[in-house]
């Protein structure tokens, strides 16, 4: 496995999903982990527990992805907590079950979803970048969807967030590279920036 010791990441939405296993795998490749999550703290607490078997810090804290204020404070805790930042990964999202007609979709439906799946991403990540360019190091691993590539019919607001999450990522790989922030947490990928990896078992090719 990949060696992330002595490294210090940060997963929003890590009580479950995806989330949940990246704090499972970051840590079982060494690094220290602050992870948030929102309502269900049984299950961050499970996550927590599971993870910290592996021997590294790994703290769960509470904050809505979706608020400024909150992410704000996520970031200053991680790095009260673990001493630096140099792993960030935007997952906190939602998916709305029901199909939701563009006609039908109310004002506050899209809102909700730009705001917790998309303003969350920007957000952690503004307060983050302080941080990594300070210490001239970082990687922002956003996770999206092929929605995001392909649109999603009847559930077009996710679909927008989702889009809205590969352009950001693709203008900040730019932005960020003099600053020495790219992309994916090993040492090994450093020569990759503003990519878009599909990890599906080829069950959606996006190209």
């Known amino acids: 496995m990949i060696s992330l010791a002595g490294k210090a990441a940060l997963i929003t939405g890590g009580s479950r999903g995806i989330g949940s296993a990246a704090v499972k795998l970051f840590a079982q490749a060494g690094a220290d982990v602050v992870f948030s999550y929102n309502s269900a703290k049984e299950a961050a607490k499970q996550v927590e527990q599971e993870a910290a078997r592996h021997g590294t810090r790994v703290e769960a804290f509470k904050a809505d992805a979706g608020k400024h204020g909150d992410n704000k404070k996520l970031v200053e805790h991680c790095v009260s907590r673990l001493g630096r930042l140099d792993i960030l990964v935007p997952n906190a999202g939602v998916w709305n079950v ?9 004002e506050k439906q899209w809102d909700d979803m730009i705001r917790i799946n998309l303003k969350s991403v920007y957000s952690v990540i503004h307060f983050a970048v302080p941080h990594m360019i300070k210490q001239k190091s970082g990687k922002i691993i956003s996770i999206s969807s092929t929605a995001g590539q392909r649109g999603e019919s009847l559930h077009t607001h996710y679909g927008a967030s989702k889009g809205g999450i590969i352009s950001l990522t693709k203008g900040l790989a730019t932005e960020l590279a003099h600053d020495g922030i790219l992309f994916l947490a090993s040492d ?15 069950s959606v090719l996006c190209g």
Do not use: C, R, Y
Request: net charge negative.
């Open 98 to 106: 029901e199909d939701t007609p563009i006609e039908k979709m109310s």
């Open 188 to 202: 090994l990928a450093n020569f990759m920036t503003g990519e878009i990896l599909n990890v599906n078992g080829g």
